[in-house]
């Protein structure tokens, strides 16, 4: 079983709809981190969370410490957002990330 | 700052020659760290430095890969001979301690 699972795989919206991708954990973190991937592109750092709620712009990320889950949410989604979000996590007492799969979200016009 | 330099983009060579992936981080961050993305495997640390100094290379896959960081602002990963289950898109980032990871555009590696 990943240490990092994330839910759903693939997902598919129209746009303007408002988009939830769940980050599930098993073991103990001192942070997680949301990364997107473009298609054929690099890696940029949505966001770095150990507690609480963060946001930018469109962007909501959640952490529930005591669930081991985390929420990523985009409001009014537009095919821009179409790309591959990673959920990531970071140990104690080390900077390694582990990764979860990735989620391919596709926004249609 | 024009954030994580790798060099070269795209790399494609025959199975069996030396490849060798460089990075340049960005100034004044502490670690760096180089990664490999399959479709089978995703994302997968090989090895970071922190302060120029490897601390954890658990994640290079065999004694055909190697790393360095002779200074602060260049580290090269080589795989020596390479084989075609090499073929990955590797990445280098870099981070202050505690912080978000910036990571550069990547290598694509197709071994042949």
């Known amino acids: 079983k990943n240490e990092v699972e994330q839910s759903p795989q693939n997902l598919t919206a129209q746009e303007g709809e408002f988009i939830t991708i769940n980050c599930s954990y098993s073991v103990g973190i001192s942070a997680l981190h949301w990364l997107q991937q473009h298609p054929g592109g690099g890696i940029v750092s949505l966001f770095m969370?150990?507690?609480g709620k963060k946001k930018h712009g469109r962007l909501i990320a959640t952490i529930n410490i005591q669930e081991k889950h985390s929420s990523l949410h985009i409001t009014a989604s537009h095919p821009r957002d179409s790309a591959v979000y990673i959920c990531?996590?970071?140990?104690?007492?080390?900077?390694?990330?582990?990764f979860g799969t990735g989620t391919r979200l596709t926004i249609i016009p | 700052d024009a954030g994580v330099i790798q060099s070269p983009r795209h790399e494609v060579t025959e199975m069996g020659q030396e490849v060798t992936l460089r990075c340049k981080p960005i100034s004044g961050h502490d670690y760096l760290f180089w990664y490999r993305q399959t479709m089978m495997r995703g994302l997968e640390l090989l090895i970071y430095?922190?302060?120029?100094?490897?601390?954890?290379d658990s994640g290079m896959p065999e004694d055909r890969f190697s790393a360095k960081m002779p200074n602060a602002s260049f580290s090269t990963l080589k795989i020596q001979p390479s084989e075609p289950r090499d073929s990955a898109v590797y990445f280098c980032a870099s981070s202050f301690s505690r912080s978000e990871a910036f990571f550069g555009q990547g290598t694509r590696l197709t071994v042949v």
């Open positions: 430095f922190n302060n120029n100094v490897p601390i954890d």
């Open positions: 990531a996590v970071k140990g104690f007492g080390n900077e390694k990330l582990t």
């Open positions: 969370l150990s507690s």
